[in-house]
C-alpha cells in the first residue's frame, strides 16, 4: 500500500540552526501540506502546496518557514532559524484532492 | 470552544465493550475525518463523511454527523487492547481549502 514517508525520524537541533526536513508524498497525489504537534498539544496546519506553489498558510508559517518540491517526488520544509518552541513532532500529508489526507510518521523535532 | 473539540478527553474500558468519542465543531464543513495516533506515532486516517451524509460505516467503526448540531461520533465497537490510541476528529472547512483543523483528541485505553 503507498504511503507517505518522512526522513529523519528524529533531529536535534540547536537553537538558531537551519534544519530541512523531507517527505516523500504518495506519487499520484498533487495536494501537499506540512502540519505540526507540539507536545501535548493539537494538531495544527502549517502550509498547504498544490501545484508548486503555497495555496494557503497558517500564522505559524512566518518567514523563517519555507517549503519545496525540488524534484518532483521531495517535498521539504525548512527552518532558516530555529527557536526552542519549534521543537514538536512535523507531519507531512498528502492528498488526491478527494478529501481524505495521508499522514507520514513524523519527525521529530528536538531544538535545544 | 475552537473548531474541532472532542469529549471526552480520555476514557478507560474493558476489552470488548464499546468506545464511543464525540467532537464538535463550529463552522460549516466540507468533510469531517477521524485518525488515530498511537503514542508518538503518525496519524493514521479512519474514515472520512462527508457533509451530506449521516452515518458511516468501516469495519467495528460507525461515525455519525449532524450536521444541525455541528458534532460528529464515532463508535468503535468490540474494543480490542490494539485499539488503545489517541483518536482525533478533523475539520475540512468550506472556506479553508482542503486544510484540516484538529481537535484536542480522546485519549482512549482498552485494558485486557
Known amino acids: 500500500e503507498p504511503e507517505v514517508t518522512q526522513t529523519p525520524s528524529h533531529q536535534v537541533t540547536q537553537m538558531g540552526q537551519e534544519v530541512i526536513l523531507r517527505c516523500v508524498p504518495i506519487?499520484?497525489?498533487?495536494?501537499f501540506y506540512w502540519y505540526r504537534q507540539i507536545l501535548g498539544q493539537k494538531v495544527e496546519f502549517l502550509v498547504s502546496?498544490?501545484?508548486?506553489?503555497?495555496?494557503?498558510k497558517s500564522e505559524i508559517f512566518d518567514d523563517q518557514f519555507s517549503v519545496e518540491r525540488p524534484d518532483g517526488s521531495n517535498f521539504t520544509l525548512k527552518i532558516r532559524s530555529t527557536k526552542l518552541e519549534d521543537s514538536a513532532m512535523y507531519f507531512c500529508?498528502?492528498?488526491?484532492?478527494?478529501?481524505?489526507?495521508?499522514f507520514g510518521p513524523g519527525t521529530r523535532l528536538t531544538v535545544t | 470552544s475552537q473548531q474541532g473539540e472532542e469529549d471526552p478527553q480520555a476514557l478507560s474500558i474493558q476489552e470488548g465493550e464499546n468506545a464511543t468519542m464525540n467532537c464538535s465543531y463550529k463552522?460549516?464543513?466540507?468533510?469531517l475525518q477521524w485518525y488515530r495516533q498511537n503514542s508518538g506515532r503518525g496519524l493514521v486516517h479512519l474514515i472520512l463523511?462527508?457533509?451530506?451524509?449521516r452515518e458511516k460505516h468501516s469495519g467495528r467503526l460507525r461515525v455519525t454527523l449532524d450536521t444541525s448540531k455541528k458534532s460528529s461520533s464515532l463508535l468503535i465497537t468490540a474494543s480490542r487492547a490494539a485499539d488503545t490510541a489517541s483518536y482525533f476528529c478533523?475539520?475540512?472547512?468550506?472556506?479553508?481549502?482542503?486544510?484540516?483543523?484538529f481537535g484536542g483528541g480522546t485519549r482512549v485505553l482498552v485494558k485486557p
Open positions: 463523511i462527508r457533509s451530506n451524509e
Open positions: 506519487s499520484n497525489h498533487l495536494y
Open positions: 500529508a498528502s492528498s488526491d484532492g478527494s478529501g481524505a489526507s495521508w
Open positions: 463552522t460549516s464543513i466540507n468533510n
Open positions: 478533523a475539520s475540512m472547512i468550506k472556506a479553508a481549502g482542503n486544510k484540516l483543523t
Open positions: 502546496f498544490y501545484n508548486n506553489e503555497i495555496s494557503e
